[in-house]
């Protein structure tokens, strides 16, 4: 079973973009994760990842991830939600 689900996410699923964060906090009794966006990429050759250099300032690369009145909540760096499950 694992093979081919394997085989399916190789053969079905394409990499779109990739952020390489850095945890800067972890809150774990409120279940929150406070990050950093270190690097960020959307093109790819090959197997190779194409890291960009303009990423831009510090504080538009933060974000949050918590878990809300069981649900979980994205929030950028200027605490707006930006996703949620």
Known sequence: MLYSCQKFVESNLQLKLVNYVEVEDVNETLCEYRLLTTAFASTFAGDNIEWRDDIGIEDDRRSSVALENGRW?????YNRIIAQT
Request: proline content about 0%.
């Open 73 to 77: 909540v994205v929030r950028d760096g």
